[in-house]
């Protein structure tokens, strides 16, 4: 049954990546790729050049053009890793990655399958399988394909963040932890299980949750979702002006981010009751998404309590544009017009 899945998936990827050309030599498809994108992708730009035959190299640069989302760019590198050598199984985890970033959920899956067929000890593979499983939150299947990676390997930090993440999507925090926790003691560089240590003792308004997103910092000065995580941690323990100093750290690094602009806007209006502050900052968060509901009916409960019913009847009146059947939207409407 084995041999005959392998022939069906051999096939299945012969059809749909190299259309199956008989004995026809493939020949190194030639790809145009700016220096510009990143120092790495100018040096394997260089090393392609003058090594065309290198599958590892097209691999390799392909990995790099995803993260960039150049996912076309990207297929013509795995194609021609491939079309060198498809032997080895991290290609296909490669073209797997490819697949799924261009919707091809299926083509993904056939993917990887060959992965773990090339090689059965390829740990890689069987985490990427159980990835694929918790994206469609088949959590059976994704404890059994990480137990498979662990049995090739227990030191594998990635696997039990993994865990961690299907148990935090139960809801179960406190073996989400223990993974999350087993993660970075054995990769005490874990930024991702930093940030979700962080997430969950924030939840329990633990002070423990400002030491994971520091460390998280530490790891990456310019995380905005550390930053962000800190933000909301000082925000809900009524520690404003950290929350402040915070949210203006990530707006120097994105200036339109438009979350950090909400949420000081929401502690001048709420906690800090400064009005016009708080219309500045929903006006900023509109300026970048201009279909913001939320920050529509904040800015115009704002106006509303500066007495300004006109401004606020307009900003009412686009949040329920925007979000049909907005009740707090509504019950504004309803408020200016009682009040006349």
Do not use: W
Not at 224 to 251: H, P, T, V
């Amino acid at each position: 049954m084995r041999n005959i899945l392998a022939i069906l998936i051999a096939l299945f990827l012969c059809f749909s990546l190299f259309s199956c050309g008989g004995d026809k030599k493939k020949e190194i498809e030639k790809v145009i790729i700016s220096d510009s994108l990143s120092p790495e992708i100018a040096k394997l730009n260089a090393q392609i050049k003058s090594d065309p035959n290198n599958a590892n190299l097209y691999n390799e640069r392909a990995k790099l053009l995803l993260e960039k989302q150049k996912i076309d760019e990207a297929f013509a590198d795995i194609r021609n890793a491939l079309n060198i050598d498809s032997s080895k199984a991290p290609y296909f985890l490669t073209l797997s990655d490819v697949y799924f970033a261009n919707g091809k959920i299926k083509n993904c899956k056939l993917a990887i399958e060959k992965a773990m067929l090339l090689d059965s000890k390829y740990a890689e593979a069987d985490l990427k399988y159980a990835e694929l499983n918790l994206y469609f939150k088949d959590y059976k299947k994704t404890n059994e394909y990480i137990d498979k990676a662990l049995a090739i390997d227990k030191i594998n930090p990635k696997a039990y963040f993994m865990r961690g993440m299907a148990y935090k999507e139960v809801g179960d925090t406190a073996k989400a932890v223990s993974n999350f926790k087993i993660s970075i003691d054995q990769d005490a560089e874990y930024y991702h299980a930093y940030i979700q240590l962080g997430i969950l003792y924030s939840l329990k308004k633990s002070l423990v949750a400002v030491d994971y997103f520091k460390n998280a910092l530490k790891l990456n000065t310019k995380s905005i979702e550390a930053r962000y995580g800190l933000g909301m941690f000082y925000q809900e323990n009524d520690e404003y002006d950290k929350a402040i100093e915070e949210y203006d750290s990530i707006l120097q690094i994105d200036f339109k981010y438009k979350f950090a602009h909400y949420n000081i806007g929401y502690i001048y209006l709420v906690y800090l009751k400064d009005y016009k502050k708080a219309i500045t900052n929903f006006t900023n968060a509109i300026t970048y998404d201009s279909d913001y509901a939320e920050a529509y009916y904040n800015r115009g409960y704002s106006y509303e309590l500066l007495m300004d019913f006109q401004n606020a009847k307009a900003d009412y009146k686009k949040a329920l544009e925007i979000k049909t059947n907005y009740q707090k939207a509504i019950e504004g409407l309803n408020r200016i017009e009682n009040s006349k």
